[in-house]
Nanobody, 118 residues
Framework: QVQLVESGGGLVQPGETLKLSCAAS????????MRWYRQAPGKERELVAC????????DYANSVKGRFTISRDNAKNLVYLQMNSLKPEDTAVYYC???????????WGQGTQVTVSS
C-alpha cells in the first residue's frame, strides 16, 4: 500500500527558511515522478514544483522559482522541498504527490501546514 507522509511544516517569519520532507512507502521510488502542491485557504490547489523519476529534471511555479528547490533521494524514498526567502503568500498546506510512470496511478499525502507571518 502506497503511503506518503509530509513533515517539516511550521510557523516562520518572512525571509526565513523551511525544508519539507515527503516520506514514501509501499513503492519503488524510481518509477514515480513526484510533485509538491500547495493550497491556501479559499484557493485552488496549485502546483509548486515537480521532479522526474531520476531527479535529473525539475520545474517550478513562477511564484517560487529561485526560492524553492525540489530534490529526491530514491535510496531513502524521500522527496524534499527546500523553501528559502519565504513570503506570507507562501502560507498554505503543502502536499506531496506521487505518480506511477507506468500505470499512471496517483497518490497524495495528507499535507503539512506552512505559515509565514511576522
Amino acid at each position: 500500500q502506497v503511503q506518503l507522509v509530509e513533515s517539516g511544516g511550521g510557523l516562520v517569519q518572512p525571509g526565513e527558511t523551511l525544508k519539507l520532507s515527503c516520506a514514501a512507502s509501499g513503492f519503488t521510488s524510481s518509477i514515480y515522478s513526484m510533485r509538491w502542491y500547495r493550497q491556501a485557504p479559499g484557493k485552488e490547489r496549485e502546483l509548486v514544483a515537480c521532479i522526474t523519476t531520476t531527479g535529473d529534471n525539475t520545474d517550478y511555479a513562477n511564484s517560487v522559482k529561485g526560492r524553492f528547490t525540489i530534490s529526491r533521494d530514491n535510496a531513502k524514498n524521500l522527496v524534499y522541498l527546500q523553501m528559502n526567502s519565504l513570503k506570507p503568500e507562501d502560507t498554505a498546506v503543502y502536499y506531496c504527490r506521487a505518480r506511477n510512470t507506468i500505470n499512471y496511478n496517483v497518490y497524495w499525502g495528507q499535507g503539512t501546514q506552512v505559515t509565514v507571518s511576522s
